[in-house]
């Protein structure tokens, strides 16, 4: 869906931001840009909707070279969130998630009908917020209708600057929910810029790992980790590579390869968690002391069994010795 051919971008006075870059993000995946401060990722971002320019090599979105297509009709079918959400203080919300549809020339129920579908999606009343101003929202919602503005339009392609950077944890943690469950219906080609090594393991199938301007390696998350390619990719990501695989992992494969404990009843700090909850979640849970026992839930509501930090542990050995050797390669 999108092709970088030897994507080279050079500033005046030689400096060399992006420096021959190759890889190819498929349709339908988020591809996450990863890297140190200074390694290119916004600028390799920027080039795709060309609002930085190619020195030298090329960009193929949808088998097109981009530097043949009109610059405006590219950004048009292009959507852009970035960190601030970008939103214009002096339009409704309504008029800021329609922008680019009134540029195409949609028609007023149209619009209406894909306000409504989007403002459903992300869980916000289209009655409720289609006269507010950004100012009267929360920093969070802003950063949801930052999201489906981008989404107006229908557009095959997004590109995501830390759009959930300014956040707080837990609402971050939320709103990267809430868009990967949208992702799952919507299946767009999405490019992501992080700084954040979790929020990268969590959002993509597969990560760009830059330095420099060049790439490091590319690969799925749970590649990166168990397999880095050379000693940066082990020092990026640290020596608890092993602990970061678990939020790739969850309590379901848990159970279905060495199973459940029993629950005992009588343990008072107990916790419920649903089965689909990522293994490193859980074991923060129990690090914390925040419970000596997880109940696991189905999603009917029913107890399936019990964690404690004794099985997670014998979940991670199995997963270090017996099955992906995580931590080869330093």
């Known amino acids: 869906m999108i092709t970088f051919d030897q994507t080279t971008k050079i500033y005046e006075g030689g400096v060399t931001a992006v420096d021959g870059v190759d890889f190819k993000v498929e349709k339908g995946h988020i591809v996450v840009l990863l890297g140190p401060s200074g390694c290119g990722k916004t600028t390799l971002l920027r080039m795709v909707n060309r609002l930085e320019s190619i020195t030298k090599g090329r960009i193929v979105i949808d088998g097109q070279d981009s530097m043949e297509l009109n610059e405006i009709e590219l950004r048009r079918k292009i959507g852009y969130v970035i960190q601030s959400n970008g939103l214009f203080p002096n339009m409704t919300i309504e008029e800021n998630v329609m922008i680019v549809p009134d540029m195409l020339g949609w028609d007023k129920d149209k619009k209406r009908k894909r306000f409504e579908r989007l403002m459903d999606m992300i869980g916000l009343s289209a009655d409720k917020y289609r006269k507010r101003y950004p100012y009267e929202l929360s920093g969070g919602q802003q950063q949801r209708i930052g999201v489906i503005r981008a989404l107006a339009a229908d557009p095959p392609v997004m590109l995501m600057d830390e759009p959930f950077g300014a956040l707080d944890p837990i609402i971050r943690e939320k709103i990267q929910d809430e868009f990967l469950q949208i992702q799952r219906e919507v299946k767009k080609t999405i490019l992501f810029v992080s700084h954040d090594i979790d929020e990268a393991i969590k959002m993509a199938d597969k990560i760009v790992l830059l330095k420099g301007g060049q790439v490091m390696q590319y690969d799925s998350p749970s590649e990166m980790l168990v397999r880095p390619k050379n000693d940066f990719v082990v020092e990026f990501f640290g020596k ?27 343990i008072p700090d107990t916790k419920t968690l649903n089965v689909n909850q990522d293994l490193r979640n859980t074991l923060s849970m129990l690090l914390n002391q925040e419970a000596d026992q997880v109940i696991v839930m189905d999603d009917l509501g029913d107890r399936l069994g019990a964690i404690t930090i004794d099985i997670v542990q014998k979940y991670l050995h199995y997963e270090i010795k017996g099955k992906t050797a995580v931590g080869q390669g330093g």
């Open 240 to 266: 608890d590579r092993a602990l970061k695989s678990l939020s790739l992992h969850t309590i379901r494969e848990l159970n279905e390869i060495i199973g459940l404990e029993q629950i005992d009843d009588n």
